[in-house]
């Protein structure tokens, strides 16, 4: 009798609530320290005095974001997974790693011309265009709750965002490159929820291969850009004169993929 008691007590994992509550503290973390490493990596300064230079190979980092997250995501299904079939259509995930990418990189980009706090603020918002695209696109209907969820989110980044002491003057625009940047990006994440969406509906696509995939794809898409721009040169010229930056880069990485492990988690 013993036995068969312990036999059917859940796993310390596959209590919901804990779950719930690692998972919680792993995004937390993660993104958090991601976060940092991002502002850093995008918005520092590298070298002294007349030769210091900015880093501007977003797509490269994103290039190597990439490579670790689909790194982590077959782990995942090596070890949880196993032999489960995956029947996605490849196209489905190539045109989705193109909306993902241009999330990715246009925001990125916009922390050359934006300070973090306002680059996160405008990603907040990212539930709407999720939504919007979502009841056009897909004739998806959401409960009430979540339209007033949604409400909430952007009165919150209102508030933040509104500064009614500070005058706009002629050399600085109230509306600039990165947010455009920002909008770009939010756009595209739409676009991405939706293709994630519409896959999940048709194949019960798995989150483990979603992340997969998508990053597989990502990786061949930019692999050949940044051959055939040259940036990847630039980049690892870049490295070779700051090597500080690499370590920066590695952990930039890691900590947005199991980040992104955590939230398939919960």
């Excluded at 850093?40 to 670790?68: H, N, P, S």
């Excluded at 782990?75 to 999330?103: M, N």
């Excluded at 907040?124 to 009841?135: E, F, Q, R, W, Y």
């Excluded at 692999?223 to 500080?244: C, Q």
């Amino acid at each position: 009798m013993a036995a068969g008691k312990g036999a059917g007590k859940p796993s310390l994992l596959q209590n919901e609530r804990i779950r719930f509550i690692v998972c919680f503290l792993g995004v937390f973390v993660c993104y958090f320290y991601y976060g940092i490493l991002q502002e850093t990596i995008t918005r520092g300064q590298y070298g002294e005095g007349e030769k210091k230079e900015k880093f501007v190979y977003a797509t490269t980092l994103v290039f190597i974001q990439c490579i670790i997250n689909a790194g982590f995501a077959r782990i995942l299904i090596q070890f949880f997974e196993g032999s489960r079939p995956d029947h996605t259509k490849s196209w489905l995930y190539g045109v989705c790693s193109l909306s993902y990418l241009g999330a990715m990189v246009s925001s990125n980009s916009a922390l050359q011309y934006v300070n973090y706090p306002t680059q996160v603020l405008g990603k907040s918002c990212k539930p709407i265009p999720v939504m919007i695209l979502g009841v056009f696109v897909l004739r998806k209907k959401y409960p009430l709750a979540k339209y007033l969820c949604v409400l909430l989110i952007v009165s919150g980044v209102a508030l933040f965002l509104y500064k009614p002491n500070k005058s706009v003057t002629s050399t600085e625009s109230a509306f600039g490159f990165g947010e455009i940047l920002l909008l770009l990006s939010l756009t595209m994440d739409g676009l991405t929820g939706v293709a994630q969406d519409h896959m999940r509906n048709l194949f019960q696509t798995s989150a483990n291969h979603m992340m997969l995939n998508i990053n597989m794809w990502s990786t061949l898409v930019l692999g050949l850009g940044v051959l055939w721009t040259g940036e990847v040169w630039d980049f690892l010229s870049f490295t070779d004169r700051h090597p500080s930056i690499f370590w920066n880069i590695l952990l930039f990485g890691i900590t947005s993929a199991l980040g992104q492990v955590c939230l398939t988690w919960v």
